[in-house]
């Protein structure tokens, strides 16, 4: 038997039953895999269905609003990704008549569709010939076939999206490829892969040259930078106070509470009598410093936040704080949220 036959054989007797394997809809295939991106399959069903059954259709997350979008995206992070899904279904509503496209080249001229999500829609809805390399791909196929380039080099890239693409087989290209994925998810897993029970054993060049736990290769990361953040959760009464983010980052247009960013780890004195603490706070009546949280850390890819909320009492606001988006306390959920955000919101609601 071939590679992608005993791939395919193992696949119909181990798969697990997914929403999004039971259709050929190339908008429900898309939103799947760009949950998936991210995200382990136990925890991304729940928001796959919750957000299908919101924007069903192309069109109904097209005319969504952007902050709608990023509400029934919240606590999956990333959030560029749905900043890229609402423009690319305008665009699909734009240039394709509201019918999502399914041909490879077609989906590459939409916002946040790369050559991994192209290759995976075009051949599950459509059973186009391209095939799909992610980071399951990448293990398996690193293992079987001894390869020890750098999964995330250029060189890498190349060679193993050209075996991949040698792979595939002449039919069922639809099948191959989620099967591939599903066994690197299942069996071939990047610590303690299965491999008593593998049916690829026999041709395995890592299990046969014990280099199992050193494959894949991967490139060193870039530094990971360290950011302190001081958000302020000022209180008028049961009222309090969120800005929307405006910076091009990943919580791009979110809401949170005031901030103040220092570029190093310092004192909660120093930050209370820093400039920027002091001109949001300036001119308020009777403001009193009710609690101070302890500190909560929020690891991504390539940063870590160390955060402390701090809790101000105040009993009038000034202009700044009038500039900003004034809430009942209770209504904080309803707005998108960082899940660092969330984190604090939830640790003090299960405190009162």
Not at 144 to 160: D, H
Not at 299 to 318: A, K, P, Y
Request: aromatic share 12%; hydrophobic share 35%; net charge neutral.
């Amino acid at each position: 038997m071939t590679f992608s036959e005993i791939i395919i054989d193992w696949y119909e007797v181990n798969k697990r039953n997914l929403p999004w394997r039971n259709t050929k809809d190339a908008y429900t295939i898309w939103v799947s895999e760009v949950i998936l991106q991210q995200t382990r399959v136990v925890q991304g069903l729940a928001y796959f269905i919750r957000f299908i059954e919101r924007f069903p259709t192309v069109i109904a997350l097209a005319q969504a609003d952007e902050e709608e979008v990023l509400k029934y995206w919240q606590g999956l992070g990333y959030y560029s990704r749905a900043r890229n899904m609402h423009k690319a279904a305008q665009q699909v509503v734009e240039l394709y008549d509201g019918i999502f496209p399914t041909h490879y080249p077609h989906l590459l001229t939409l916002q946040g569709i790369g050559e991994y999500t192209a290759a995976a829609i075009s051949s599950f809805a459509a059973n186009e010939a391209h095939a799909v390399v992610d980071g399951n791909v990448y293990r398996v196929l690193s293992r079987v076939f001894g390869i020890f380039l750098a999964i995330n080099s250029n060189e890498g890239k190349r060679e193993f999206k050209k075996l991949a693409q040698s792979l595939l087989p002449t039919h069922q290209v639809s099948t191959y490829n989620q099967a591939i994925m599903e066994f690197g998810a299942l069996q071939c897993v990047p610590a303690r892969p299965l491999c008593s029970t593998c049916p690829l054993q026999v041709m395995c060049y890592a299990y046969t040259h014990q280099h199992v736990s050193s494959l894949p290769k991967k490139e060193k990361k870039t530094t990971t930078k360290t950011r302190y953040f001081f958000y302020l959760d000022i209180r008028n009464g049961e009222y309090t106070y969120l800005q929307k983010r405006t910076q091009k980052d990943i919580w791009h247009n979110l809401f949170e509470y005031p901030l103040v960013e220092c570029d190093k780890e310092t004192s909660i004195e120093n930050v209370i009598n820093s400039e920027d603490f002091q001109e949001i706070v300036e001119k308020c009546e009777k403001t009193s410093i009710h609690s101070i949280s302890s500190e909560i850390k929020h690891v991504l890819s390539h940063q870590i936040i160390r955060t402390i909320f701090i809790r101000i009492h105040i009993e009038t606001d000034n202009s700044l704080l009038q500039s900003l988006y004034k809430i009942n306390s209770r209504d904080i959920e309803d707005y998108p949220i960082s899940r660092l955000m969330h984190k604090y919101i939830e640790k003090i609601t299960n405190e009162t």
